[in-house]
């Protein structure tokens, strides 16, 4: 069974930063490392989009609306993903997720909301 669970989010103006985690958990993920993994948002009204990823071996991509403002990383040893955001615009405002990447639809997990004030 895969559980991934996120934390961290909130209410932020803009401008302002947070720090997501996403805790992995189950047999699939035994070797966290072995997977490339993924941060997903979905705003009212839009369909969930991939923000940033993160491969095996650390390489990073990043959607481009995020570019310098977003950093995505991981601690294997944790088995822990993490997303620093940085200078925050209302734009930003979704339920933020983490899964594989590519996702896999059994493994989404609640998410965390993340609102930013104008």
């Known amino acids: 069974q895969v559980q991934l669970v996120e934390s961290g989010g909130g209410l932020v103006q803009s401008g302002g930063s947070l720090r997501l985690s996403c805790a992995a958990s189950g047999s699939i993920f035994s070797i966290f490392s072995d997977y490339a993994m993924g941060w997903y948002r979905q705003a009212p009204g839009n369909k969930r989009e991939l923000v940033a990823r993160?491969?095996?071996?650390?390489?990073?991509t990043y959607v481009d609306s995020v570019k310098g403002r977003f950093i995505i990383s991981r601690d294997n040893a944790k088995k822990t993903l993490y997303l620093q955001m940085n200078s925050l615009k209302p734009e930003d405002t979704a339920v933020y997720y983490c899964?594989?990447?590519?996702?896999?639809?059994?493994?989404w997990g609640q998410g965390t909301q993340v609102t930013v004030s104008s």
């Open positions: 993160i491969s095996s071996a650390g390489k990073t």
């Open positions: 899964n594989r990447y590519p996702a896999v639809i059994s493994d």
